[in-house]
């Protein structure tokens, strides 16, 4: 059987950011909500895992805090989806994100360090059951996380083994390019 919840369409941890409710009031949350599909729940944790070990990384900093910061953000999930499956569905839906106003502030994860991670792997993993539990299957998919870190371990391995084949996949890629095998076209920024 499949657990199947509207996904965010696969988000990373740069899918996330602060947005203006219709009070004028700046949220943290999930972008693009309204670009979803219905598939396994466990996809969206999966990639937003993996891309938090890819950003520390790619920050420098050491596997172990890599591997914590994946293990954070999966452990605020499940907590966060047992607290959500204790509420009424109104109460999930408060300043819902459909009626948000234009304002948008981006997370510049590339200047964090671990402590500044960490921190930023607890509000996406937040943000990120809330968003499964406006679903209707809150109380289904925290019973299947439970209340223990096994969960939390597992994906956090499966993180370090995506981050592993990204990097192996990115060598090859570059490795073709430079002996002329792909061609590569820079996008120039606006």
Not at 44 to 69: I, P, Q, T
Not at 101 to 122: C, N, Q
Not at 142 to 148: E, N, P, Q, T
Request: aromatic share 8%.
């Amino acid at each position: 059987m499949v657990l199947a919840a509207e996904n965010g369409r696969l988000p990373d941890l740069s899918s996330f950011g602060g947005f203006a409710t219709p009070e004028r009031r700046v949220i943290f949350s999930l972008n693009d909500l309204d670009e979803t599909l219905p598939a396994p729940w466990e996809w969206d944790v999966k990639r937003l895992a993996a891309s938090f070990v890819v950003a520390c990384r790619d920050n420098s900093l050491k596997e172990a805090v890599a591997r914590d910061v994946a293990t954070t953000c999966v452990r605020t999930d499940r907590e966060s989806m047992a607290e959500f499956s204790q509420m009424k569905t109104l109460e999930l839906w408060y300043f819902a994100l459909a009626a948000l106003r234009d304002i948008k502030i981006s997370i510049r994860v590339e200047t964090f360090g671990a402590t500044e991670m960490d921190l930023y792997a607890t509000w996406c993993g937040r943000a990120l059951a809330l968003s499964h539990a406006r679903s209707g299957a809150s109380t289904m998919l925290s019973g299947y996380m439970g209340k223990s870190d096994a969960f939390d371990k597992v994906i956090a391995d499966f993180s370090v083994a995506y981050a592993d084949q990204n990097e192996r996949d990115h060598a090859a890629l570059d490795r073709a390019v430079r002996q002329g095998e792909v061609q590569a076209v820079l996008e120039e920024t606006v």
